[in-house]
Every structure is written in C-alpha cells, then in structure tokens.
C-alpha cells in the first residue's frame, strides 16, 4: 500500500516538479526563524528511557536528553563531554574517566560519577530488561549480572573469604533470588538520606521487595555520615500491567525479613579475568576455584560484582574482562548515559513524560505527542550554554516515507532523518531522471551491510555456498534498489575506497584504483579493508557447483528456499534477482516472503536454507560489530556457522595493544570466514537525507547518529 | 425499554470476552514474538525482557493474567512503546473520532442530500449523474484517492498541507478522502429508501391532504427512507471513528488505527488485544445506538418493542 502510494504520488509530483537546484520549496530568508529547527523523524521513539530504548527514531534524541562520557562527533567518533580526560591501562582493561565539575542535572543538582555508574547498574538489572544491556558486556560481570548468576559472598564460605565475588556453578537456573527482603515494618520509600517524612511511596510490613543496591559500595553513593548502610529497593507492579513498580532508599536495617534465606546454591569464585578490582595484567595459570555449597543468606545480587568503580563523585573506572581496544566507543552508547535516579526511582516506567524528566544533555523536553511529535528546548542547565544556537527543535513525527518527503518539500520541515525517502523518489532525487541531483539531497555511507544467510546446517557443502556466492554480479542491485547502495562482496561494511580522502586512503593503505570497500576507525589514522570476498565469477561459480555436485551426488539439494522479509520492493527484487542468477547454474530456488517476525522466528528455529538479513554496526569495529556474528554457537551465528581456525584468529586479535596488528589478524580471520561462504554480502547500506540549503551543521554520520544539538539555520 | 437496553449490555460482556480471547490467541498462534529482532542479543537479555512481561509463563496462566486485568479494567502496558493501553487509547481514539466524525459530516451531509435528490428526480440526467459520483465514491480507494488530492491540492497548489494536523487546515483533505468512500454508499442508500418511501400509502396520504413537496419529501418520506441508511450508520460510524488505517498513514493522522495494525506486526499483545476489546464495546454501544434509533424515526417498531 505505501508503495503504491508512493509511486502515485512520485508519478505525479516528478512529472511537473519545477526546475530547481532543491527539492521543493526553500523558505526566503525574512520567513526563516533560526530560533527553531525543525527536523522530520521517521516513527515514534519507542522510549526515551537511555535504559530501555532500542529504536532508531528516539537514538538521537536521546543522546541529545542525556549526557554521555564521551558524545558523538560529527564523524560519528567520541568526543569528550561529560569527561574531559580519561587514561586507558596497558593490557587494555581498565578505563578511567575523569568527569567535569560543572554538569547539572535539569533539577538542579551536580551530575556525577555515580549518575554513570547508576546507569550501568540500572540496564544490567534483569528487572530493567534494557535491550541495551548486551552493549556493556565487555565489562566484567556484566552479561552474569543480567542473568543474575553473580553474587558476592556476604560472609566467608569454605575457602572463600566475605567480599569475594561468586558465580552460579552450575549450569541451570539460580534457584531462586538471594535479594529477596521484607520488613516487619512498613517501608518509607525515599532519597538517600531524606527522613521517613520525604517518603514518596511505602512499601507495607511484610510485603516482598527485592535489594537493588546498598549504599557505600563500590559503585553506589557514600552512606550517609553518622548512619549505617541504606538500601536501594525495588518493589515491583504485576507483569504486564500498568503498573511499572517504584523504587527507593531505606535505611538497611529496616530490612529485617530474608524469604531467600534457606535456598541452597552452588557456587565459585569467577574467573580472574571477571573478578572486579584485580587491575593487574593477568598472567599465569587460573588457581583452582572449588565449588562450595552456600545458602540464600551468604550471598547477595550486588553490582560491587560489576566492574565498575566510583572512587569519588567525579572519577569512574571501568574494568573490562578481556582487552577492549574500542571501549571508547561504549562510552556514547545509550546504555552508559547518565541517569537521574530521583526521577526513575519514583516511575520507573514513566520518568521520561514530559511532566517528570530530568535530563542532563544540551536539549530538555516539554512535550511529547505520540505518534505526532516532540518539542525538545536548550536546556539552561547544561554546562555548555553556547553549544545549542536555537531555542526550540521540533519533532516532526512521520511514519510513512512519501508524507515525509511531502512534508520536507512543502517546508514544513528543515531536515529529515534517514532514509525517509520512498524508493520510488530516488531516481528523481539522485538525478537519474532529469540528469542532475537535487543540491540538498544527501548520500552517505552506513555501517550496515545487507547480506543473505546461508543455514550451513543445511547448506553443509561448501562448494554449494561458494557457487551461491560466485554467482551474483552485486552491481546490478543499486540499480534497482536506487538509493546509491554500495554493491559489495566483502562482509564488513564501509566507505567505497574511490571516495576516501586522502589522509584515509593512506591510513588504509590502498590507492585510489583499489575496488572495494574500507571501514576508516579514527579519521586519517586507522582503518580497516575487509577481504575482497567471493565477488561476482561465474566460470568460479560453474566450477564450484560441479564440485559440490560431484562430492553430493544424490545429496545435491533438488531445491533451497530463500526466505525474506514481505513489505518491501526492494527486498522482493533483491530476491528475484538471485533467484535468476542461481537458476544459471541449475540450482533451483524457491521465494517465500513472510512478516518479519515469522521470518525471525524461522530463522531462530533453522528453519530455512537462505534468508535475506542485515547488520548495522554502533561502533567502527569489524571485530565487535561484525566477525562477532559468526563464531561458534553465539546466539546471534544464525546461520549456525562454526569454523574453529575463524575463532582462533579472533581469540588471538583480542589481546593485540597495537590496533593495526589486531586488524591485521581480524581481517586474517574475515578472510577465513568469507571463503566458507557462510553468508552471501550483497551491498553496504546508505543513508539519506534531506536537508534544506540553510540548515548548517545537520550531518550523519556512519552510525546514524546525527547530532541534532550541533545543527542551527543560517539566516542570509 | 430498559430491559432491552441492560440484555443487550449483557449480552455485549459475552462478545468483549470472545473477541479477547480470539485477538488474545490468534497473535500468540502468529510466530515470532514481541522481542525478536534483527539486531544482536544474548540469551541472558531476550530472557529478561520476556520475563519482564511473564511471556515465559504458560499461555494459560498469560490468559488468566490478561482476562483478571481486563476485568479491572486495566489493559496492561504496551511491549514495544513506553505506554500503557489504557494511556495510548486515550490519546490516539479521540484524534481518530475527530477527523471520523468529521468526514461522517461530509458522508451524511452530502449524501443523503445526493441521494434524496437523485430519488426525488429519478430516472433524470440529475439522477444519473449524482449516482455516477456515488460510483465513483465508492470504487476509488482511500490510497488511490488520498494521493490524488496530495498531489494535485498539496503538492501542485500548495493551498493545504500534504499530511499532519497542524491547524485546522490540516483536517481538510483527511475528511474529505474518508467522506467520499462513505458518501457513495450513504446517497445510493437513501435513494433506495426514499424511492421505496415514496411509494408508500402514507406519503400518498400526506400528498393527499396537500402537503407541499418539500414537507411531504424531507418530513415525511425521509423518516423511513432513511432507515437502510441508519443501519448502514452503526458499523460505518465505529469504522470511522475508531480510525482508518489508510488514510491516517497517508496524512500522518496520530490516531488509533496506525497503533492497531503496527501492534500486530510487532506482535504487541496488549495493545492488539487492548484496542481490539475498545472496538468490539464501541462497536456492540454504536449498534444499541442504531437500534434505538429504530425506534425513534419509525413508531412501527417502537410499538413492536413494547
């Protein structure tokens, strides 16, 4: 229906558009109003909750809301915000950051080191169930701490002394949760510190909350003078209902009922490499960690297992369990964006209303009409007043692309976020129709690469896969895709070599002429060339397949199903296309298009012989981003890859200080990868965007993450 | 009187039950879930999130849960938006019902003038001709129509916005593209009932005692004539206040019915099964509605009733 639509509308519009340089109208200077951006996003924010949301619609609001460590760059590269210096330690395991003295929270109140830590502790609390805790889990006990399999013994147990951090050694389930409380009083919910008169909930004698946090821990606030430990608890709504739960501060002796007392669990010391606080480069062999039987009462759920310190209010220290040469770029992440416990203890589910948010980033927001629009201000209480030059950015909510482009050429608004633009506008605005491009239509590269899985549980014979792969001439898809998408065979995605600058082209290593694709890391400074993969051959392609068919015989499959996602043209096109070209060799292939959901699921059960499907990088790092999809049994290796030479080599690459060693034997290990053909590359995604001539500073960058506080509109 | 009110309310508990159940269990038999996604996840965080709102529980017990909240009248919270049901009604069905109610104004208006004309001067060139935009009306499609008006009065003329509710202008072509699919039906309608009206002895008598046209056609005929298109009203009202899909995606309309149908594709049970029970009350209060009326425009069936 969109398509058809959209199409309409195209053939209607392109077929008398006036002559002009831009696409639609382009307001006279005395009718621009530089007090107030407006900026076309495509779809609601599903949450403006850094914690919660996962959406590409609320990503840059939110990064605009809440202030990071680090935050995006024009390039789309970390630069320093709320931390002004950080050191990163030898082994590449320890990150500490410095924060500035002068952030406030829009209440009022200093954003510190503990705001991060919250918001670390926060998105790996199964309770939270953040889509975005996968994002820290680099840090020691992070992916545990979701699962709730790490404790820290509360008193000594066999070999193990009080303090030592603990994990789950058996395999099933905990059984049961250790941080269960009750009390025989009722509980008055509030601030740390505040008398049981500020108390803006209570939690009544006897009923169940779960312990969150104490105070005076290793990433938690200070305990308050004079008194002893307080706890942070959790008393939470029914499943599904309206009901979000709240949470508060209360003194911990209050807490005097353990329903988890008794249960009995089996546990051991972590590793060395998890357990938090051993700054040392680890060397040696593991000393024997005995599993012991301990009790509900010894043990305790408690982020002091996370590797994550606060020594004081603006120092943070991250402890990574294996070298993470790419930590930098964690700290602009959603989930380690600042966050105001005061507000989200109080509604859990519904601390970002406009009514109730607290933010700490250069934009505040005062009104959020759903599905309609957001009207976000310059925060006065950000410590750089002069970083935002409007006093107003209005969100226009759209979800459909052609009302979106409608929208931007009737001016309604300045800019459009990416991809907004319905296929069938392209050939209008690349130029292809009237042999010049629209001057305020952009193209970029993103760090995403459309590709289809090949199921090598089914598919097992490699020769199969490498015909499957020889077989397409990749260059024919932009054509009928029409949004400047790069063709390409090589896995990890980048910017076509032949539009490097030079400095990148230098920092690759590679001339002008030379074909492909280079992800650039640091701007004129590091950079990766992905292996060329199994480009278009088709004597390869035939050879391929005679051995596959030699070594199968009767196997040989009489038909594969390529499934893909139903809804899009382009995907429907993409499909046909490989549909003929593997015809050409006499393999049979049957197209089922399904909903994206029913594909998912397919394609979690194995369901399939080849799906379409794509992968979009947060951070310029093949190996975090990309090679990490195809190592054994991980659960996103949906096509059931495994090659243990391919593992090995990244193995190895993770402790390599010098990143153009690492590089040197991820791309050893891309190019082990791509020769097994588990995965077909087909092209690296683009983005565009529309940006009217006046719009100044409005750029996107690889990662889609348009600053949006950084834009401001130029009157002549 | 009132007890036909009280067992047709009675009677609509039954069907909000049945239509729960059936969106309830119709989504859950769909495959895939509301977590699944394309980017990369672990184990330990897809089960949290599921855990998060009891989908690892047994069907039985998620149905329990949701039928217990349903009776409290709570519709739970949305998977996928941070809202709740109950809060995400309330904003987007009152925006819909706005520009429904609107382009009902120009449905009935214009036709049920287009139709008692087209009666009145039956087998005319002005007959023919209204029943041939009534055709039309109801052969072209929202998204065919929708665009055409973009094209030609947004993008072309520029006198309206192509899409949004920024000002009252922003009403216009939204109520316009969902009165013609609707107006079609309600003037052919009328005209069949006033023609059969007409005919009836009771407009013979009205003529009779000498009447003028006008009174004997707009008093008297169309009371009955207008009856086809009283029943036509109940579904044809709920249809376009609850939001049509089509043309709240093409204008950008931040109503109910763009929530309904991504909650399907997103697999979001509450919401499907949240505004799937609104429907179904505001569906069986709009037929009550239609059955009264009954009553009030023919004493027929009032006596009958009685």
Known sequence: ?716 | MIRFIVRRLLASVVVVFVVASASFLLLHAAPGGPFDTDQRRSAAVQRAMEDRYGLRDSLAAQYGRELAMLAHGDLGRSMKRDVTVNDLIAQHAPVSALVGALGLLVAIGLGLGMGVLAAWRRNTRTDYGLMAVALVGISVPSFVLGPLLIATISIHLGWLPPARIDGPAGYVLPAITLGLLYLGTIARLTRGGMLEALGQDFVRTARAKGLPERTVVWKHALRIGVQPVVTYLGPATAALISGSFVVEKIFQIPGLGASFVDSIAERDYPVLTGVFVFYAVLLVLLNLVVDLAYGWLDPRVREARA
């Open chain 1, 1 to 716: 229906m969109r398509a058809t639509s959209a199409g309409l509308v195209a053939a209607l519009a392109a077929c008398s558009l006036p002559d002009s340089d831009y696409f639609g109208r382009v307001p006279a200077g005395d009718e621009l109003d530089p007090r107030v951006f407006r900026w076309c996003n495509f779809n609601d924010p599903d949450s403006l909750d850094p914690a919660l949301t996962s959406s590409t619609a609320a990503s840059p609001l939110v990064s605009a809301l809440f202030d990071g460590l680090t935050t995006y760059g024009f390039d789309g590269n970390p630069v320093p915000s709320l931390a002004t210096t950080w050191e990163t330690s030898e082994d590449l395991r320890t990150f500490t950051f410095h924060l500035r003295g002068d952030a406030r929270w829009s209440s009022g109140r200093a954003v510190t080191a503990y705001d991060v830590a919250y918001g670390a502790i926060r998105v790996t609390d199964q309770v939270t169930a953040s889509p975005n805790a996968d994002n820290l889990a680099p840090f020691k006990g992070a992916v545990a701490t979701v699962s709730r399999r790490v404790f820290v013994l509360r008193r000594a147990v066999g070999p193990y002394a009080a303090g030592t951090v603990v994990e789950l050694a058996t395999p099933a389930d905990p059984p049961g949760d250790p941080n269960r409380r009750t009390a025989s009083r009722d509980l008055a919910l509030r601030d740390l510190g505040a008398p049981a008169s500020a108390a803006y909930a209570t939690v009544a004698a006897g009923s169940e909350v779960a312990l969150v946090m104490t105070s005076g821990g290793r990433a938690t606030l200070p305990t308050p003078a004079g008194a002893a430990a307080w706890a942070y608890v959790y008393r939470a709504g029914a499943p599904g209902s309206g009901d979000g739960g709240v949470y508060g501060w209360v003194p911990g002796a209050e807490l005097d009922g353990e329903p988890a007392a008794e249960l009995a669990f089996e546990v051991r010391r972590v590793a060395r490499a998890d357990e938090p606080g051993l700054l040392v480069a680890l060397a040696g062999d593991e000393p024997p960690r005995p599993v012991v039987a301990a009790h509900g009462r010894d043990l305790v759920r408690s982020p002091d297992a996370l590797g994550v310190r606060v020594p004081d209010a603006h120092t943070i220290v991250f402890e990574t369990a294996q070298p993470t040469p790419f930590f930098l770029s964690i700290t602009d992440n959603r989930a380690l964006r600042t966050a105001p416990i005061e507000a989200v203890s109080r509604a859990p589910t519904h601390w970002t209303d406009p009514d109730r948010i607290v933010t700490s980033g250069p934009l505040h927001l005062t009104a959020w009409r759903h599905r309609d629009g957001l009207t976000l201000v310059r925060s006065p209480t950000y410590w750089d007043p002069g970083a935002v030059k409007y006093e107003r950015l209005e969100v226009l909510t759209v979800d459909d692309q052609a009302a979106a482009a409608n929208l931007y050429y009737t001016a309604a608004c300045d800019a459009t976020t990416a991809n907004v633009v319905p296929s069938t506008y392209m050939p209008v605005l690349n130029g292809e129709q009237r042999g010049r491009p629209y001057k305020d239509y952009e193209v970029s590269t993103n760090l995403g690469v459309y590709f289809a899985w090949i199921n090598t549980k089914r598919v097992t014979n490699r020769h199969l896969r490498r015909a499957l792969a020889y077989a397409i001439d990749r260059t024919a898809i932009p054509h009928f895709t029409h949004g400047g998408e790069v063709a390409s065979a090589q896995l990890t995605p980048g910017t076509p070599i032949a539009k490097l600058a030079p400095a990148d082209l230098a920092a690759c290593g590679v001339t002008r002429d030379t074909p492909g694709v280079a992800l650039v890391m640091t701007a004129g400074e590091l950079c990766y060339v992905p292996p060329p993969g199994l480009a278009f051959d088709e004597a390869a392609a035939q050879r391929e397949v005679a051995l596959a068919r030699a070594e199968l015989g009767d196997a040989f499959p009489k038909t594969l199903d390529y499934r893909y996602n139903a809804g899009s043209e382009a995907h429907k096109q993409i499909a046909e296309y490989l549909q003929a070209a593997w015809a050409r060799l006499g393999i049979d292939v049957t197209l089922t298009a399904e909903d994206f959901n029913a594909m998912l699921a397919d394609g979690r059960a194995g369901n399939y012989d080849i799906m379409r499907f794509g992968q979009q990088g947060n951070v310029a790092d093949a190996e975090s981003e990309f090679m990490v999809l195809f190592r054994c049994g991980t659960p996103d290796n949906r096509g059931a890859y495994c090659n243990p030479a391919f593992d090995k080599l990244l193995d190895e690459a993770q402790p390599l200080r010098d990143r153009r060693a690492r590089n040197a034997k991820i791309r050893e290990a891309e190019r082990v990868m791509i020769e097994d053909a588990p995965v077909i590359p087909l092209y690296v995604y683009t983005l565009k965007t529309l940006v009217k001539p006046y719009v100044r500073d409005y750029h996107n960058n690889v990662i889609n993450q348009p600053p949006l506080w950084r834009a401001w509109i130029a009157k002549p």
